[in-house]
């Protein structure tokens, strides 16, 4: 699930970040499928002030994921209790809204939900503010940097103290969002609506980055052993 930019660049270019991901996870034997959230429904950027309303992490998305799941489960080719949803920011977001035990977006009579999720630097507060501890329905994998100022580490930390043991965090001491894209930059972009500034600061953490690409598989093969 991508982030709130969308799945591809301004060029129609699948993300640099989000490629590199299905490329090292397809390497593993994984297939990998991307679900734009955006294009079908002729929306552009989500990153602006209040343009996420549109497009709900918890409502539309999480529906885009319930329809990629039935669409892989349909497929003679996949393992239908192997599937795993995994996400950046509002797609992270997106992971945990979905996962959730009372996500009223799950279909009915599902045989087989989701066996596992990652969820990249998610916006955690909504979740960790709820009177009842959220609970996903698999085990979850959230990794966040430090120094994340757009969507900000304590929320997420609190989350996972509320949660347990189903929900797995890591928290990268100085890497700021996008910390696992290959070779970007460190930058400030700015027009971001989830900020009091307006801005927010991106780029690549070497060893955050290095540390995810173990991480991710290793959660993978621990969650969703080969039978």
Sequence with gaps: MHGCA??????GQPLA??????RRLSQLGYLVLQVDSLTPRNEGSLCGKGNDRRVRMSVE?????????LFLQARADVRADRIALMGWSNGGGTVLWTLSR????RPAGLRHDFAAGIAFYPGCRT????????????PVLLLVGEAD????APPCATLAARTGPRLEARIYPGAHHDFDAPDTPQRV????????????????HPAA????????PEFLARVMPAR
């Design 6 to 11: 969308g799945m591809n660049t301004r060029t």
């Design 17 to 22: 970040r989000d490629a590199d991901w299905a």
């Design 61 to 69: 998305r999480a529906r885009d994921a319930y329809a990629g799941l």
């Design 102 to 105: 009372d996500n009223r977006a």
């Design 127 to 138: 979740l960790s503010e709820r009177r009842e501890a959220w609970q996903p329905v698999a």
């Design 149 to 152: 100022d757009w969507t900000p």
């Design 189 to 204: 972009l700015r027009g971001i609506g989830a900020t009091s500034s307006g801005t927010a600061t991106i780029g690549t």
């Design 209 to 216: 980055r290095e540390d995810a690409l173990r991480r991710v």
